[in-house]
């Protein structure tokens, strides 16, 4: 069975600090996708990213960077340099196969401070 | 802007009485989900459709109903609503072409109070 585990369950950091976010996954599946989302108090979830199991490259957009490691199936993300509106709850997910529903983390909420 | 809106934003409802959730899209996604989040926990996915085919998950209560009358429309009825039923529900949409699993986008929620 999937599952997908966001140990740090908050962060806090002052402005400008980087943060990493922890992913880690278990599958069964050899294709899988990887997806993070973001939810501002405001509530609607926001995509961020998606990968696929057959692609490892890490990749960096603006201030954000994930690290996909199918070694230690982790999926990681990075702020750097963060600023208050950062501050939401960030969650990780996991899909199997060709097509499925979406398996959550249980979120990591992210405060950051000026 | 293409996007998943939902209607209303904030629902009250009385214990038992039925209340009717929407949700439209303008992505032209074939697939759409309704999901129960309660507070600090994540998305709890009730059921999906893709394309016109209703996929109901195992542990989803019986008062939980939906219907999509068509592509862009998707309604979550809750026939006679509990207290533990209160709670943000999210409506999400993706393009499945059953080879691919895209992203889901998510439209803004409605929070339910039940009184």
């Known amino acids: 069975a999937q599952k997908v585990t966001q140990a740090q369950t908050e962060i806090s950091v002052v402005e400008k600090e980087d943060v990493t976010l922890d992913c880690v996954y278990e599958?069964?599946?050899?294709?899988?996708?990887l997806f993070w989302y973001k939810q501002p108090p405001s509530g609607e979830l926001v995509f961020l990213i998606r990968r696929n199991s057959f692609d490892e490259q890490n990749e960096i957009s603006g201030r954000y960077s994930w690290n996909f490691q199918k070694s230690t199936s982790s999926f990681n993300f990075t702020i750097t340099a963060s600023q208050v509106v950062d501050s939401a709850v960030y969650f990780c997910?996991?899909?199997?196969?060709?097509?499925?529903?979406?398996?959550f983390g249980k979120g990591t909420m992210l405060l950051v401070s000026p | 802007d293409a996007m998943v809106i939902q209607n209303p934003r904030y629902q009250v409802t009385q214990f038992g009485k039925p209340v009717t959730l929407s949700c439209s899209q303008t992505?032209?996604?074939?697939?759409m989900y309704w999901y129960q989040q309660k507070s600090s926990q994540a998305p709890k996915l009730l059921f999906h459709?893709?394309?016109?085919?209703?996929?109901n998950e195992a542990d989803t209560p019986d008062n939980f109903q939906s219907r999509r009358p068509n592509t862009s429309f998707c309604f979550l009825d809750i026939r006679s609503p509990g207290l533990g039923d209160a709670a943000m529900y999210l409506c999400?949409?993706?393009?499945?072409?059953?080879?691919?699993?895209?992203?889901?986008?998510f439209g803004p929620g409605t929070r339910l109070t039940v009184t």
């Open positions: 992505l032209n996604h074939n697939v």
């Open positions: 999400a949409t993706s393009r499945e072409t059953g080879g691919t699993s895209y992203e889901q986008y």
């Open positions: 599958t069964r599946d050899t294709t899988y996708y």
């Open positions: 459709y893709y394309d016109k085919d209703f996929n």
């Open positions: 997910a996991l899909s199997e196969g060709g097509y499925s529903t979406l398996t």
